[in-house]
Nanobody
């Protein structure tokens, strides 16, 4: 069992930056790929980024490529999402998830509650 708790969301102006964190409980964190997903009101959940178990591989959605960076610290059981050059369309609830290395949310086994990111224009 893995429990995930996100933090770091908030209100930021367009062009600004935020760093999201996702802290995992349990001793099996390093055995999971970790993904970030987001969901805006009235929209489906969307893939943002994923990082492999060792951190050696990453994949990003086209909409965030070049602006967001996913990383992880297995010693701290934490995955991060550094978000730069934020746009109003990045406004959503962001959740981290543990599972397979995939952009498909159905392949993830464990989910956090999410943290809200709001980007004002």
């Amino acid at each position: 069992q893995v429990q995930l708790v996100e933090s770091g969301g908030g209100l930021v102006q367009a062009g600004g930056s935020l760093r999201l964190s996702c802290k995992a409980s349990g001793r099996t964190f390093s055995s999971y790929a970790m993904g970030w997903f987001r969901q805006a009101p009235g929209k489906e959940r969307a893939f943002v980024a994923v990082i492999s178990q060792t951190g050696g591989s990453t994949t990003y959605a086209d909409s965030v490529k070049g602006r967001f960076t996913i990383s992880r610290d297995n010693a701290k059981n934490t995955v991060y999402l550094q978000m730069n050059s934020l746009k109003p369309e990045d406004t959503a609830n962001y959740s981290c998830a543990a599972g397979q290395y995939s952009s498909r949310w159905l392949t993830y086994d464990y989910w956090g509650q999410g943290t809200q990111v709001t980007v004002s224009s």
